[in-house]
């Protein structure tokens, strides 16, 4: 075998799913050099986790390619209970709505996860030179422990293997009930045994010319899954349990009379199971169907045997289930089955040099729709983090909240997950005697509130250093010193709709230059950069202008966070942007009666007329209200929002030190 070639690379990623190439394409837009490989010769051109969440779209929102996922898509408006009468005949007992109204611009939809990797491909050709390196696996990881405190060091090293075609090409065929080949999911299930250690061992006797590498990563990140070789090769361990509940999955066009198909369905039946309905483009659906009679293997770790599960199996109990009614099908897209298990790694990182995100450090059942949600929001709240420390811009130290952020999370969906599942597993009551069965009014309420849970809109981190909680949310108090810096702490009540650690909340403003109407959000695309927004209220009012002049003031100063904290020669908002939303009638006011630093000046391209915002009625689309709507103070106040639209700091607008003194905390200052 030919010398092994040798390379170096910000970030290496193992695993080109939906969590690794959300990693791989919020770096691209950081401009952070990574690698990204793939085990798998092929992207996922059917089936696999489908449901995109509120909080989902806004992130591809501001990556660029929300439109293309909103207009593809199957819309989710409905949810439609049926359960079974006093004679055990299934019937609609209550319609829901299924994304709770004004929580987001967008509501749930539902897409197959290879048009959604295709939107990840598309914007990481667009906009960068990674392309994923698939039929490539590792083989062996290092971590030089001497090494993971030296900002500049290279210290996991990892080697990697290329396959053949046909080795990284999963056997993914079935016969469906009617004759046709299809393409099923098991080789992703937890019912299938890992292949890993298989893989590698046809990689070493792969003859094909160049097949080591050895590189060399500042930070790499584990997406690979449930059976996670990156797991195991740092010793992370996952906690939990499995329940005896095994499901199946169809995506059909479906041949039936059952009324609401095309609406997303909880449907119990009295003895026979339970089925959730959800309606897919193109005409397809997808059932998730309770297997009442498969039997378990002791011998396959507790695992459903699998020769036991097949299309014409999972339909026949689909029928048992749907009873009277009919259901049938001449096309089948895509079948897979899974056991429920519920887990969470014992910790999600080694040295915060090696990262596992997604199905590699917590499952769940698919039911909820947030795997693939859960999982792409880890890398998205890991991207930023590490770009920042890799561009020298950020302390080591703001790595730690990944893991104490997105842990919290993953156990709150477990625990969602596991109420919801057990609900959703259960018999039905017969009546209120009944002990052993699931009381419906408990499971519409477990629904209902699982729907702004499963939304991603509520998550809510926790005091950090890069999260400014108010003191009576567990925040340090101001007046403590440590190393000389003030630790700040927010002031909710200046804007109780705008919640500290939550993400930045969206309703329609006005641009000042030009009366363009914008959601705010969508003016919170994904660069790397921190926000610092101002919100003056009405400068009409004298009061109010001169703060807005002081807050100008502090921020082009000398020790001001703009100053300390950018690096020389690079555009005055690199890392940090500062916008200004005012409460005054728009024609009351122009650009230039704000301070420079909402308005930079550039010999070629003049003034910048982006960053200035008014609260006020548009001429064609309504009155964002956004000063009501989140109960901003009449006297205003200063909000800082990460790169992931987190906002860490609600504060005074008459304290703009306090922005300065809220980055010195984890930003490094920057010399020329």
């Not at 897409?111 to 914007?123: A, M």
């Not at 089925?275 to 695992?303: A, D, F, H, W």
């Not at 018999?427 to 052993?436: G, Q, S």
Request: with cysteine.
């Amino acid at each position: 075998m030919a010398i092994p070639s040798e390379s170096k690379v910000d970030v290496l990623i193992i695993g080109a799913g939906p969590a690794g190439l959300m990693m791989a394409t919020a770096l691209a837009k950081c401009g952070v050099h990574a690698r990204i490989v793939d085990k798998r010769g092929t992207k996922v051109f059917n089936g696999q986790a489908d449901g995109l969440q509120c909080r989902t779209l806004e992130i591809f929102d501001s990556l660029g390619f929300g439109h293309r996922a909103w207009d593809e898509s199957n819309h989710l408006l409905e949810i439609c209970l049926w359960n079974p009468n006093d004679k055990g005949v299934i019937r609609r007992s209550d319609r829901i709505p299924d994304t709770i109204p004004g929580i987001s611009r967008f509501q749930e939809v539902v897409l197959h996860q290879g048009r959604i990797e295709r939107f990840f491909l598309d914007t990481l050709e667009d906009c960068s030179d990674v392309r994923v390196e698939r039929g490539v696996m590792p083989s062996s990881l290092e971590v030089d422990e001497s090494l993971v405190e030296d900002a500049d060091a290279y210290p996991v090293k990892v080697h990697l293997r290329h396959l053949t075609e046909e080795e990284a090409t999963p056997k993914q065929t079935a016969t469906s009930a009617n004759g046709t080949s299809v393409q099923d999911g098991l080789f992703r299930s937890n019912l299938a045994k890992d292949d890993t250690e298989e893989l590698i061992q046809k990689a070493r006797l792969n003859e094909k010319a160049n097949t080591e590498e050895i590189v060399h990563a500042k930070y790499l990140l584990g997406a690979d899954g449930a059976h996670s070789w990156t797991r195991k090769q740092i010793g992370v361990h996952l906690q939990g349990d499995s329940t005896d509940y095994i499901w199946g999955v169809l995506d059909i066009v479906p041949i039936t009379d059952f009324p609401d198909i095309r609406m997303r369905c909880a449907i119990h039946s009295a003895s026979c199971g339970s089925i959730m309905v959800i309606p897919r483009e193109n005409k397809l659906v997808r059932l998730y169907i309770q297997l009442t009679t498969t039997e378990k293997l002791s011998e396959e770790g507790g695992r459903a045997d699998r020769s036991k599960i097949n299309p014409q199996v999972i339909l026949e109990a689909a029928q048992r289930i749907f009873a009277p009614y009919k259901i049938g099908y001449r096309k089948l897209d895509w079948w897979t089955a899974y056991q429920i298990g519920q887990r969470v790694g014992t910790c999600f990182s080694k040295s915060e040099r090696v990262f596992l995100a997604g199905d590699a450090v917590h499952t769940h059942s698919p039911k909820a729709g947030q795997g693939m949600n859960v999982s792409m929001q880890d890398t998205f709240n890991l991207a930023w983090k590490v770009a920042s420390v890799v561009k020298g811009h950020a302390d080591r130290s703001i790595l730690k909240t990944y893991e104490a952020e997105r842990k919290k999370i993953a156990q709150d969906l477990i625990a969602f997950d596991r109420k919801f599942s057990r609900l959703f597993s259960g018999r039905p009551a017969k009546d209120v005697m009944d002990a052993e069965g699931i009381s419906m009014e408990e499971f519409k309420d477990a629904f209902q509130k699982g729907n702004l849970f499963a939304s991603g809109t509520a998550v809510d981190y926790e005091d950090s250093l890069i999260v400014a909680k108010p003191k009576d949310e567990g925040a340090v108090d101001s007046s403590d010193e440590s190393g000389g810096k003030r630790r700040v702490v927010s002031d909710q009540s200046l804007a109780p709709g705008i919640p500290v650690g939550q993400r930045m909340p969206s309703v329609k403003v006005l641009n000042q230059s030009d009366a363009r109407p914008w959601h705010f959000q969508e003016r919170l695309p994904s660069t790397g950069r921190w926000r610092v927004v101002v919100l003056p209220g009405d400068i009409t009012q004298p009061a109010q202008a001169a703060k807005l002049a002081e807050v100008g003031q502090a921020f082009d100063g000398e020790s001001s966070f703009l100053h300390r904290f950018t690096p020389p020669g690079r555009p005055k908002d690199d890392v940090f942007e500062v916008l200004a939303m005012h409460h005054a009638p728009r024609h009351s006011v122009t650009i230039f009666d704000f301070p420079q630093v909402f308005r930079n000046f550039s010999d070629t391209d003049g003034w910048d007329y982006s960053k200035i915002f008014a609260d006020d009625q548009s001429y064609h689309e309504g009155h964002g209200k956004f000063y009501e709507t989140f109960g901003v103070s009449p006297r205003g106040c200063i909000v800082i929002l990460r790169p992931d639209q987190h906002v860490s700091y609600v504060g005074p607008l008459d304290d703009p030190g306090a922005v300065t003194d809220f980055f010195s905390g984890f930003m490094k200052a920057q010399v020329a």
